[in-house]
């Protein structure tokens, strides 16, 4: 989901000392947390500093989509919604790095590898946003995809992720219904709203959908991920109940969502859905997708820019700390 | 960024006549930034009425290796619960 799964796992050699490896799984299978100063496997701390770093890059980059518009909000109140929600998305960053940093790999070694760009975040996040109707396409679609990977993840086996995204999910629903209102209002709007609202469900319907990351097939990590507890249903298995819950969404908004192959099964009771394009995610996960440089540009540019600033706050410190030693 | 700034843990009170509960944690080079930081990151919606920020380096944790040692002796005294004693129905206020 807001990691990329594509990435080549090393073969796992186990080391590990059979009987710790075993009491640890017993430990996870029977639904415990595990915390930061217990024993774990060492694929195990590698995976979810991995997944736990990716989500939090993810939050970060995932502001400038977004803050994109809050100059340019349609009014004062959109503007104040949207800089509260692009906030929060911060906010959720923060939680996810301390959460991250608790297995040993520190804050500034993560936001290193982000800016080199040799760490990955989700790449729905490389997409633009074209007009007002993006917004409300983002916080529908894909806020809406982060809290069906999130709301599970809630229980995963790791305990500061977990509590983590207990706060994430908190606050997260507000994001998304956010986004479904500005769909609700431009689709009331005029002609030229509505069609802008049905182009910006165009441009990012599959891109989220994609968001879950490549078929049960292809993902290479799934399975010693679900025994861990790090990943509790399947790429497909949440994809499938995100169509599931928004295409009534965007009929009772009268827009189409772009799939033609999109049908019912009433056996089934779920959606069917076309084929997902998967050379285009692929594409986009290489650094070839359409914001890819530029968005990787703004957040180096934003990083440096506040140099001067966190090297003022440690001086002043630093001060303060030498004069009432003195 | 020269030097990493020092990682504090958070604890917020909900609300009066509740304790400060630990809620994460952040980075920052002093207290007074710490503060400042856990009410963005911690509070943005009326979650607490007050905040407690302690250098992770200062607290004292027990071991997870040392969990038999010091709490196993509490699981043998089952007559510290009340549950312990059954009392007849008929007896009331116990």
């Not at chain 1, 804050?107 to 997409?127: C, D, P, V, W």
Request: glycine share 6%.
């Amino acid at each position: 989901m807001y990691t990329t799964e594509f990435e080549k796992q090393k073969k796992l050699v186990s080391t590990e000392d059979p009987e710790k490896l075993a009491a640890f799984e017993a430990r996870v299978a029977a639904d415990e947390f595990i915390e930061p100063k217990d024993w774990m496997p060492e694929a195990y701390r590698r995976t979810l500093t991995r997944q736990i770093s990716q989500h939090a890059h993810s939050e970060i980059v995932g502001m400038l989509p977004e803050g994109n518009w809050i100059s340019r909000a349609p009014s004062l109140r959109r503007k104040a919604i949207l800089l509260a929600k692009v906030q929060d998305e911060a906010g959720h960053g923060l939680y996810l790095y301390s959460a991250a940093e608790t297995l040993g790999t520190s804050r500034q070694e993560m936001i290193e590898a982000l800016h080199s760009g040799k760490a990955k975040y989700s790449t729905i996040f490389n997409y633009p946003t074209l007009t007002w109707a993006d917004i409300g396409a983002v916080g529908w679609l894909v806020d809406g995809a982060a809290i069906m990977n999130q709301v599970p993840l809630q229980r995963t086996s790791y305990g500061p992720y977990a509590r983590a995204m207990v706060r994430v999910c908190k606050e997260e629903s507000f994001h998304q219904r956010q986004g479904y209102e500005i769909m609700m209002v431009m689709c009331a709007g005029t002609a030229d709203q509505k069609r802008m609202a049905q182009d910006a469900l165009n441009r990012w319907w599959w891109p989220s959908l994609m968001m879950f990351g490549p078929s049960d097939a292809e993902s290479v990590n799934s399975a010693q991920s679900a025994q861990w507890r790090i990943k509790l249903f399947s790429n497909d298995e949440l994809r499938q109940r995100m169509v599931d819950q928004t295409v009534p969404q965007a009929e009772f908004l009268g827009l189409t969502v772009p799939d033609p192959d999109l049908k019912f099964n009433t056996d089934t009771g779920h959606y069917e859905f076309g084929a997902i394009d998967w050379s285009e995610f692929t594409n986009v996960l290489k650094g070839n997708g359409p914001c890819n440089k530029e968005r990787l540009k703004t957040r180096v540019k934003a990083w440096d820019d506040g140099a001067w600033f966190r090297e003022a706050l440690v001086a002043y410190a630093d001060k303060k700390a030498a004069r009432a030693a003195a | 960024m020269s030097k990493e700034w020092p990682l504090w843990e958070v604890f917020i009170r909900s609300q009066h006549g509740l304790a400060h509960k630990h809620v994460g944690s952040l980075h920052a080079p002093d207290a007074e930034m710490a503060v400042n930081n856990a009410r963005d990151v911690y509070t943005r919606r009326n979650e607490g009425v007050s905040i407690w920020v302690v250098r992770a380096v200062d607290i004292v944790a027990s071991s997870p290796a040392d969990k038999g040692m010091l709490f196993e002796p509490a699981n043998s005294k089952v007559y510290r619960h009340p549950t312990f004693f059954p009392m007849p129905e008929e007896v009331k206020n116990l």
